[in-house]
């Protein structure tokens, strides 16, 4: 075997050792899907991190910079300002509200919080999770599939099967404590790759002076600020209001939730900013490297900018370790997609609508069966893409963003927003996305 595939080999083995070590086939719903709020400050931080930061960090954010410059880093600088603004402002309010409330799933919270008697707030939540994290899962699988195609030669369908199978099990098997362990763990993995290759690039490109001779020779715009003044300004804000997305994406709320305490999540606050800050920078620094270092990439294809990087510059057993870092950005992401659309078939629609005294455990192996239903559902949307990875990735966060943000703000800082205006919200936001 390859050294390549040594360690990717490597790599599943970890992720499914993890699965299985937290395998509970007995285990409630509330452990299954919230780990029984006991997670420390580290885990809280580094999963809610690497949840957020899927294959678009390593493949699609490099890919625009390379394609377009500097002035599309602020579409970084936009989402690190989010993740502050987003940690501050949302995190310790809905781990006190949802402990209050008993709440282990966002569409149940809106329920409580909005006391809505009708449910209709917490079934058009989960209908809406289903939708745009089928989305959004697909993106993860379209980014496997391109590593894969171009990491080992085998067809593009191909990857993207196998990166789902590999993500469904441990998923399946171990529930929420699998997929925040594994992200921790593909979570640090990342981080080193954005810090180790794109300073290995620098040197072999002579250096920062030599990244700024080799854009200014292709005549790539080095300057934040984009051409045109209105231009310049509608690009800036467009770029920068990734950033407002953050406070309705489910996946990353509900680490909010399952930490062990509101002290905690101040501490973990620190630790995700620093992660978030060298991550995003390490992603911008392999773009604007590559524009100097590649004329032309495999199949013209701009996101894959990071993976061929990996391949020139570094040694085949380090290239390995390196290339496994963009599926533990790629994987970190759709666990945590699946198992929250898991918890909106099992808890939201079918325990509310369905069967209100159903047991716990039964609930639990619903929401086990519908991992492998959604992801399905990813999996066809993959095998036939019809945008870019990051362009999958715009559609299902502006999607989350503009059906969940407000009202998860309202939820948590206004007293007056009744059931009615927040279902009247969340389906404009909806609506104006989809339309």
């Not at 290339?323 to 533990?328: H, T, W």
């Amino acid at each position: 075997m390859t050294p390549t595939l040594v360690t990717f080999v490597t790599y599943f083995v970890v992720l499914l050792a993890i699965g299985l070590y937290f395998w509970r086939p007995g285990d409630s719903i509330d452990g299954y899907l919230l780990g029984k709020r006991g997670l420390g400050a580290w885990v809280t931080a580094i999963s809610t991190q690497a949840s957020d930061m899927s294959g678009w960090l390593l493949m699609g954010l490099p890919g625009v910079i390379y394609a377009g410059g500097l002035a599309h880093a602020w579409i970084a600088i936009g989402l690190f300002l989010g993740t502050v603004l987003n940690w501050r402002l949302v995190s310790g309010r809905l781990r006190a509200y949802t402990q209050k409330t008993d709440t282990i799933t966002l569409p149940s919270f809106f329920e409580q919080r909005f006391a809505d008697p009708t449910g209709s707030l917490r079934v058009l939540s989960a209908l809406v999770i289903l939708m745009f994290f089928t989305v959004y899962a697909s993106s993860g699988l379209v980014a496997c599939g391109k590593l894969f195609e171009s990491t080992f030669g085998i067809s593009y369908g191909a990857g993207v099967c196998i990166g789902w199978a590999i993500t469904v099990v441990y998923t399946f098997l171990g529930g929420y404590l699998a997929v925040c362990w594994t992200d921790v763990f593909q979570g640090m993995l990342m981080v080193l790759a954005l810090v180790i290759v794109p300073a290995v690039a620098i040197a072999k490109s002579g250096g920062i002076s030599g990244v700024h001779q080799a854009m200014t020779a292709k005549g790539v715009p080095i300057s934040l600020i984009p051409p045109g003044h209105t231009a310049a300004l509608l690009g800036i804000g467009s770029a920068m209001a990734w950033g407002l997305g953050y406070f309705g994406q489910p996946h990353l709320l509900v680490r909010f939730m399952s930490a062990k305490s509101v002290a905690k999540l101040s501490e973990s606050m620190k630790i995700a900013v620093t992660w978030v800050f060298i991550s995003l920078t390490g992603a911008v620094v392999i773009g604007l490297v590559g524009i100097g270092m590649f004329d032309t990439l495999p199949g013209n294809d701009r996101e894959k900018v990071f993976i061929a990087m990996i391949t020139k510059v570094m040694h085949p057993w380090a290239a390995g370790i390196m290339l496994s870092a963009i599926l533990s950005a790629i994987m970190s992401t759709i666990d945590s997609q699946l198992l929250v659309s898991s918890s909106a078939l099992s808890e939201d629609l079918y325990r509310r609508t369905i069967r209100q005294d159903a047991d716990p455990r039964r609930i639990a192996l619903a929401g086990r069966a519908c991992v492998v239903v959604i992801s399905a559902a990813a999996l066809l949307l993959a095998l036939n893409p019809r945008d870019t990875i990051l362009g999958i990735v715009a559609y299902a966060w502006g999607g989350f963003g503009a059906a969940f943000g407000p009202l998860v703000l309202f939820a948590l800082f206004s007293r007056r927003t009744t059931w009615m205006s927040a279902l009247a919200g969340m389906i404009t936001g909806t609506a104006v996305l989809i339309l």
